[in-house]
T-cell receptor
Framework: GDSVTQMEGPVTLSEEAFLTINCTYT??????LFWYVQYPGEGLQLLLK?????DKGSNKGFEATYRKETTSFHLEKGSVQVSDSAVYFC????????FGTGTSLTVIP | GAVVSQHPSRVICKSGTSVKIECRSL??????MFWYRQFPKKSLMLMAT?????????EQGVEKDKFLINHASLTLSTLTVTSAHPEDSSFYIC??????????????FGDGTRLSIL
């Protein structure tokens, strides 16, 4: 069945470091792919999305490219800030939403 | 745009109490709303999908008599945890989409409700 596999956390980085959070998916057809962010005690916020192969989603310095050949949608940011500390969820949508297990990111000054 | 409001944000109550959580789409009509449960340091577990004006579709293992869902209008869905017990303590999150359950449109999430049963 459809599923999302996300790299295990937690991830701890120094401010201004480069971030990559890996996400791969299993699905037939052409799902849409999303990254959501959850700050402590809050719900999920849509960070970015891509709806077809080779699309690049971007927002707030984060980017992810829909790679159909590798079934991946890795999240990247060139220079993280303390305010980026949160849990990040990769998700795919076809018939319904499927979420990854989440990756906790802590950025230290 | 696409704001979802969830209320209350936190509830603490005694065992045996029934608790109602509201989920409202503020600036769009939500044809479909979803209810999730999130355990500490875990991903979201889909509990049920509700479409306006029809019965909710529950995921396997979720007790429909325990978790009552009503989606009476295009902007409001409610989750009632009946006769809550300590094991029902959790973080409950709703989401809404205006694209129907078979759409690739993003889901928009409420801020969640922290339910603590004493």
């Amino acid at each position: 069945g459809d599923s999302v596999t996300q790299m295990e956390g937690p991830v701890t980085l120094s401010e201004e470091a480069f971030l990559t959070i890996n996400c791969t998916y299993t699905a037939t057809g052409y799902p849409s792919l999303f990254w959501y962010v959850q700050y402590p005690g809050e719900g999920l916020q849509l960070l970015l999305k891509a709806t077809k192969a080779d699309d690049k989603g971007s927002n707030k310095g984060f980017e992810a490219t829909y790679r159909k050949e590798t079934t991946s949608f890795h999240l990247e940011k060139g220079s993280v800030q303390v305010s980026d500390s949160a849990v990040y969820f990769c998700a795919l949508s076809k018939v319904q939403f499927y979420f990854g297990t989440g990756t906790s990111l802590t950025v230290i000054p | 745009g696409a704001v979802v409001s969830q209320h209350p944000s936190r509830v603490i109550c005694k065992s045996g109490t029934s608790v109602k959580i509201e989920c409202r789409s503020l600036d769009f009509q939500a044809t479909t709303m979803f209810w999730y449960r999130q355990f500490p340091k875990k991903s979201l577990m889909l509990m049920a999908t509700s479409n306006e004006g029809s019965k909710a579709t529950y995921e396997q293992g979720v007790e429909k008599d325990k978790f009552l869902i009503n989606h009476a209008s295009l902007t409001l869905s409610t989750l009632t945890v009946t006769s809550a017990h300590p094991e029902d303590s959790s973080f409950y999150i709703c989401s809404a989409t205006d694209g129907g359950s078979y759409s690739n449109q993003p889901q928009h999430f409420g801020d969640g409700t922290r339910l603590s049963i004493l």
